[in-house]
Nanobody, 128 residues
Framework: QVQLVESGGGSVQAGGSLRLSCAAS?????????????MGWFRQALGKDREFVAIITGSGANTAYAPSVKGRFTISRDNAKNTLALQMNSLKPEDTAVYFCAASGRRFGPRADDYDYWGQGTQVTVSS
């Protein structure tokens, strides 16, 4: 019913930039507009729990960031195209992880449990 597909991951040296994209599709977003869903980016490093990175409200008017990425990452969305993006600048080795996009029809917040739909993830590797 819902498909979230991330792209844009890859390998980059510390200090570099990457832009992740997430395309949302499916019957759920056709019936209930994509703009009704808060969207988020989460990440999971090897051997660690999944953690919040950035979230954005359905309208795009409000955003929130994890302290570790604030000032370096920017989340945005295009509701006309059902897409989500994460611009990542000044990347650090500790940003290495699988990055997931997620959709919530219930709540705008940093808890992964609040998100109903998840993509498969895209790997980001930052070398020093």
């Amino acid at each position: 019913q819902v498909q979230l597909v991330e792209s844009g991951g890859g390998s980059v040296q510390a200090g570099g930039s990457l832009r992740l994209s997430c395309a949302a599709s499916g019957r759920t977003f056709s019936i209930s507009s994509y703009s009704n869903y808060a969207m988020g980016w989460f990440r999971q490093a090897l051997g660690k729990d999944r953690e919040f990175v950035a979230i954005i409200t359905g309208s795009g008017a409000n955003t929130a960031y994890a302290p570790s990425v604030k000032g370096r990452f920017t989340i945005s969305r295009d509701n006309a195209k059902n897409t989500l993006a994460l611009q990542m600048n000044s990347l650090k080795p500790e940003d290495t992880a699988v990055y997931f996009c997620a959709a919530s029809g219930r709540r705008f917040g940093p808890r992964a449990d609040d998100y109903d739909y998840w993509g498969q993830g895209t790997q980001v590797t930052v070398s020093s």
